[in-house]
């Protein structure tokens, strides 16, 4: 057959194939936040907020099942706002902010019977304090105006009060003939903070012989929070936005090598003339209203963030090309490359070859893509492509009945999504043969994954490490416990949810849905073991309606028996023996997880599968019929047992990757 596959790779390249068009996309939540975090070097929450990215063809990334609403427009700038304000310091070196509340402006526990003039006078004891928003966390210097009439064995007293917890509790020794305020230098964090100051020992005894000895009160006049007063943290974003500053000017013109800038990298492009001029007015409008020319910065980036030019990925029209096929533009080559291969933004290496047009060049193209796999931010492809292929996002939606798995915790769940991303990232970075993805003899556990597993050693809870397996049984995806997890129900396994989706996802084979009303077996609910399970499936693969797809999903799934529910292993159910056998429609017999591999190890639709889920990953739109031609070439080319990487690079250099369909 090698030859004919060499034969039909030579027959498509000859042939002048569809690169396709792919519609706009929105950036997805991981892409959103992974962005963030390679522009500007700060990490953000704000994706959590953001309405859930819809699904197309298992992944998040499809333009034609991105939705965008006017919820999404309302997250968006709220998120824009917080994430400008992180990033760009407004503070000036040596010139900590000084906040003075006056006493009128103070609220008192003792209400407004303390109020004497334009003092509180706290006669009992009592707070007087004011709410107020802190920047950032940082060292602030606490200050009030206060003195006391001092009466007793003792000085009065009286305590700095932070979201009305007391922090410090200090002497009053100043007097209304001789003033003196009272100092705190903290650590705060930011946002909205109440600070106060409380009178602690009230002092009253009216029969006191000596007039001045009778009562003790504080006097607030002010109270003042300056700071803060510590370095300001200086983001990387701050520092390559800043570093384009001049310095002086009109802000409108000391505002253009700064907006030129950042706009390129934010807009994953350089902008127009009329878009800087635009972004410019937003920043002349703020500096005219009073802000600094920092703060009018700060609100660009806003304005910036908001775009639809950062917030989609949009590929127009180039010159270059033919009539009915254009080359992808050099930046759009940049982002469709990066966010293929790290979700995220392009770097500075990629925005150079884009700026000098390069990056069209296949060879180059190439390069790029194999030092990008070579970066700490490719585990992307684990964490987003991986998941998602494998539908491990689907462990949050699992419930295992507590009282037959009491083990299974949230904690547990994200250990098994651990493990298989882990073990994936091993696979594309050691370049292992992409069959190593469903058998190996290693896996990663910590403490917690081994005890589930039984696995026999010294772990710790918080910490994962690579093991060797004795019987690779775990080794390999179809070995562990995400897997088995997301296709069981919550009480039992679930031989035709595991046969569905190693026909999905690992054979690339979906059956079709089943007709109306039969989705589910006969008297499911009475089903408690595995023996029953067998035989209650084995009836229901009598109705010639059901047997031509579960005759074959059925056997798949019943090799993966001897796994619970949580993917725990077991030699036994409700007492009996597990049957782990099952027969496909060729007459050939499995008998367990190790044959299974062994199946899908030789099984030529399993490159094909994970070349499939690939290019709909990287092109963000299901696979046309040029499409499936130009795979049957690529599959070809890579041979029986080719690396992720070798997939990936082969993805990269077709034309549905490069190019594109015009418009006519």
């Known amino acids: 057959m090698k030859w004919a596959d060499a034969a039909l790779a030579a027959r498509i390249g000859r042939l002048q194939l569809d690169p396709g068009r792919t519609t706009i996309r929105r950036l997805s939540r991981a892409e959103y936040v992974n962005s963030i975090r390679d522009l500007f070097g700060v990490e953000t929450d704000a994706a959590d907020a953001f309405p859930a990215d819809d699904l197309g063809y298992g992944f998040d990334n499809i333009g034609d099942a991105l939705t965008f609403s006017t919820l999404h427009i309302e997250k968006y700038a709220s998120a824009a706002e917080k994430i400008a304000a992180q990033v760009i310091n407004t503070e000036i070196p040596g010139k900590p902010a000084v906040r003075r509340i006056a006493a009128a402006d103070l609220s008192s526990t003792l209400g407004d019977d303390s109020v004497r003039g334009d003092t509180h006078v706290l006669f009992s004891n009592g707070t007087v ?5 802190l920047p950032r966390r940082g060292r602030y210097r606490l200050r009030a105006g206060a003195w006391a009439q001092q009466a007793g064995p003792e000085l009065a007293k ?3 009060v932070i979201d009305r917890r007391r922090v410090k509790v200090v002497d009053v020794k100043a007097t209304r003939d001789k003033r003196g305020p009272l100092e705190l230098e903290v650590e705060m964090d930011g946002g909205r903070r109440r600070i106060g100051l409380a009178f602690t020992n009230d002092y009253y005894r009216p029969k006191d012989p000596v007039p001045s000895e009778r009562d003790r009160n504080l006097i607030v006049e002010w109270l003042e929070i300056v700071g803060p007063i510590d370095d300001p943290p200086v983001t990387r974003g701050h520092q390559w936005i800043i570093a384009a500053d001049p310095g002086h000017g009109r802000p409108e013109r000391r505002a253009r090598p700064i907006l030129r800038e950042m706009l390129r990298h934010v807009w994953r492009r350089p902008p127009t003339s009329s878009e800087m001029a635009s972004m410019g007015g937003v920043l002349k409008d703020k500096v005219a209203r009073g802000a600094s020319f920092r703060e009018g910065v700060r609100l660009a980036l806003a304005a910036s963030l908001v775009s639809p030019n950062f917030l989609f990925r949009a590929e127009p029209r180039s010159s270059r090309g033919s009539a009915g096929v254009q080359d992808l533009g050099p930046w759009q080559l940049a982002s469709r490359l990066s966010y293929f291969i790290w979700s995220s933004t392009p770097d500075a290496e990629l925005y150079r070859l884009a700026a000098r047009k390069t990056l069209g060049n296949p060879d180059i193209l190439v390069r790029q893509a194999r030092r990008m796999l070579r970066d700490p931010r490719a585990s992307a492809l684990a964490t987003q492509f991986a998941s998602q292929w494998l539908e491990l996002r689907n462990l949050a939606d699992a419930s295992p009945d507590p009282a037959r798995f009491p083990g299974y ?9 651990q493990e298989t991303e882990r073990f994936f990232e091993s696979v594309l970075r050691e370049s292992r043969p992409i069959q190593d993805l469903v058998d190996a003899d290693y896996t990663f556990v910590n403490g917690r994954l081994a005890r589930h597993y039984g696995i026999e050693g010294e772990f710790d809870d918080d910490a994962f490490q690579r093991v060797t397996l004795k019987d690779r049984l775990r080794g390999g995806v179809l070995g562990h416990g995400s897997v088995h997890t997301i296709t069981s129900n919550p009480t039992r396994t679930s031989p035709v949810k595991r046969g569905k989706w ?9 059956p ?9 077996l006969p008297g499911e609910e009475s089903i408690t073991d595995a023996a029953t399970l067998r ?4 009836e229901h693969r009598k109705n010639v309606t059901c047997a031509s797809c579960h005759v074959r999903m059925d056997a798949l799934g019943l090799t993966m028996e001897n796994f619970d529910a949580v993917g725990r292993w077991r030699d036994k159910d409700g007492g009996r023996p597990v049957d782990a056998s099952g027969e496909l429609p060729d007459g050939r017999k499995l008998d367990g997880i190790q044959q299974l591999k062994a199946l899908v190890r030789d099984d030529p639709l399993f490159v094909r599968c994970v070349a499939r889920k690939l290019f709909v990953y990287a092109i963000g739109r299901e696979v046309s019929d040029d499409d499936a031609l130009a795979l049957e070439s690529l599959v070809a080319r890579v041979g029986e047992t080719p690396t992720l990487e070798e997939l990936i690079l082969a993805i990269v250099r077709t034309d549905a990757f490069r190019r594109r369909r015009s418009s006519r």
Do not use: C, K, Y
């Open 129 to 133: 304090s004011t709410s107020l928003q």
């Open 158 to 160: 009286a305590a700095f």
């Open 409 to 417: 915790t949230d904690a547990l769940a994200d250990d098994l999504r």
């Open 502 to 510: 190693l026909l999905e996802n690992i054979l690339g084979t979906p």
């Open 512 to 520: 079709p849905p089943p007709p109306p009303g039969a989705d589910s």
């Open 535 to 538: 035989a209650r499936m084995a």
